[in-house]
């Protein structure tokens, strides 16, 4: 008797940021990725509790209208200006309160972690990461920074966090760091 598949997984990646916070949403069936939907959540100075309250709205219509299963967060990195890390780690909140008010599980990754599943290498570039969501994703163009982040996150939390390894064990074929 044949195993049953196994569901598909809806992962809405979040990349979190106060004047815009990147979101994508894939489906993981079958050792596949596809791509259902990304954006932005775009704020206007103003404001903190009115733009954190942007935040949490806006990605409850997201949630709401696409039905994700999980929730993957990327962590905030701590730099050099300690208000801007603040702010930054508020938007964050702002986030997980809006996948946790759904009921959803909330899972986080840094930034290291995200590059390295998706690129090979925790240092690539912006536009490496673009690429390289538009590649896996079989998309027609690179999706803007932010929503290229958020589908990244998704990624990394589709393949276990386990970079180029596991996508190896999910019939890619990689080589040198390179996904062929």
Known sequence: MKPAAAAPRRILGIDPGLRATGFGLIVAANGRLHYVASGCVRNREGELPERLGVIVRDLATVIV??????????????????RSTLLLGQARGAAISAAVLAELPVAEY?????KQAVVGHGKAAKE??????????GLAAAPSADAADALACAICHAHGGTGLRGLARRGYRVRGGRIL
């Open 65 to 82: 209208e696409h039905r994700p299963t999980e929730v993957a967060v990327e962590k905030v990195f701590v730099n050099v200006n300690a």
């Open 110 to 114: 840094t930034a290291l972690q995200v």
């Open 128 to 137: 490496q990461v673009q690429e390289m969501v538009r590649r896996l994703l």
